[in-house]
């Protein structure tokens, strides 16, 4: 797809998620031929209360909650694992999306036992496998609940 001018390289933050942004990440939307790409946010912030482990991150753009992901980084492991990941349907094709990889590839090299990110999706999500393909993500095959696993291993 073309990106529109002059809507590339939008700065974007990612956020703790916490009381002031629980509501805006359980109302971002996708397409329903999207819906199937991705859990819901609410499964993934029920599943974050109880998983130490889950880093839920709110992607913020021009100060509003825009999108969502969610990532381990164990302290015993060198791998980290982005396992959601969504920008909601009206912010798409904006940019967004790759800028909270690069913003959350900063945050997950910041981490000093991580030497290797991985990330899954469906094999028909074209949109995401031509993005992750984009930071250097490699296909490694599919897992056992049949979604793609690509992983990239960050230069130290
Ligand atoms: C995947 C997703 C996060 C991309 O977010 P986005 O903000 O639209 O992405 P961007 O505008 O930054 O585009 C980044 C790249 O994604 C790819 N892409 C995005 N939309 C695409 C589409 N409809 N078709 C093909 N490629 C697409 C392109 O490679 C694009 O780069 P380009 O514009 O230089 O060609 C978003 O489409 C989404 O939330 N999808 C549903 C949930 C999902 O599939 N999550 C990923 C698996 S967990």
Same mark, same amino acid.
């Given at each position: 797809?073309?990106?529109?001018?002059?809507?590339?390289?939008?700065?974007?933050?990612? *956020?703790?998620?916490?009381?002031?942004?629980?509501?805006?990440?359980?109302?971002?939307?996708?397409?329903?031929?999207?819906?199937?790409?991705?859990?819901?946010?609410?499964?993934?912030?029920?599943?974050?209360?109880?998983?130490?482990?889950?880093?839920?991150?709110?992607?913020?753009?021009?100060?509003?909650?825009?999108?969502?992901?969610?990532?381990?980084?164990?302290?015993?492991?060198?791998?980290?694992?982005?396992?959601?990941?969504?920008?909601?349907?009206?912010?798409?094709?904006?940019?967004?999306?790759?800028?909270?990889?690069?913003?959350?590839? *900063?945050?997950?090299?910041?981490?000093?036992?991580?030497?290797?990110?991985?990330?899954?999706?469906?094999?028909?999500?074209?949109?995401?496998?031509?993005?992750?393909?984009?930071?250097?993500?490699?296909?490694?095959?599919?897992? *056992?609940?049949?979604?793609?696993?690509?992983?990239?291993?960050?230069?130290?």
């Amino acid at each position: 797809m073309t990106r529109a001018a002059g809507m590339s390289d939008q700065p974007v933050a990612l *956020e703790p998620v916490g009381k002031g942004n629980r509501a805006a990440i359980l109302a971002l939307k996708l397409a329903p031929d999207q819906q199937s790409f991705v859990a819901s946010n609410a499964e993934s912030l029920a599943e974050a209360r109880q998983d130490d482990e889950a880093v839920p991150r709110a992607v913020v753009a021009a100060g509003r909650v825009v999108g969502f992901l969610m990532y381990s980084a164990p302290e015993d492991d060198d791998e980290a694992i982005i396992y959601r990941f969504m920008i909601d349907r009206r912010e798409q094709g904006k940019g967004l999306g790759r800028a909270a990889v690069a913003k959350v590839l *900063e945050e997950i090299a910041r981490l000093s036992h991580i030497s290797r990110v991985s990330i899954c999706y469906e094999p028909g999500n074209e949109a995401a496998r031509r993005l992750y393909a984009s930071f250097g993500f490699i296909e490694q095959g599919l897992d *056992e609940d049949d979604e793609m696993i690509a992983a990239l291993e960050l230069s130290r």
